[in-house]
């Protein structure tokens, strides 16, 4: 239903990183069983080719492999949090998607060890894989801590804006939730008025939410609280 951005204007910082020993056995060995391939993205996370590859649908009872309520995981970094929730939440099927290769790899890895079989990861850009899924197909959307993009010309990038929350709200189910989180004061902002303005999303709280129980405190969240800044969560179903 959502346009591509006209002027191909990415969310994310690509990003590589060394992988250790472990992380490359683990993407050979789980990467065709766990792994997704976006569209435009390489075939597998540590390539540097880009196949031309044409937009395809995701069909997610088949990627799972049985019919059950999907929640997507934008930017799931290392996947701590991922693996917590989808330990604590068998009923429910968790998508990650993420671009740091040692993140996805360390996903595997990890989903492996715990033996969770709900936890699939695919590599590349959130919004194209978003446009690969049907329309109400998910239970819940994820987006915890994405780049603030913090200088105003680079606001434009930010993930969450009016044209990038209508896609992401299309592809919920009615009544699923979409879950975004930040330590950015002004992100959280202009998310709550975004949000807010949506035709078809309802907040389920006066402004900003309690944080969950259900959503783990990370890494990365510690050191924000650490240095001060306090963590914004927004939640909103949708119509």
Known sequence: MSARHPTGIRTFHPRRGR?????????DRLWPSYGLVVPDSPERPDSPETPDSPETRVELATLFGRRAPVVLEIGSGMGDATVAMAAADSGRDYLAVEVHTPGIANLLAVTERRELTNVRVARGDALE??????????????VFFPDPWPKARHHKRRLIQPSHVELLRSRLTPGGVLHCATDWSEYAQQMLETLTDDPLLVNTVAGYAPRPEHRPVTK????????????????FRRR
Do not use: M, N, T, V
């Open 19 to 27: 992988l250790s020993g472990r992380h490359l056995d683990a993407l």
């Open 129 to 142: 894989l978003l446009r690969c899924l049907p329309e109400e197909s998910l239970d819940a959307i994820h």
């Open 220 to 235: 990365f969240e510690r050191r924000a609280l650490a240095a001060g800044r306090p963590i914004h969560d927004l939640i």
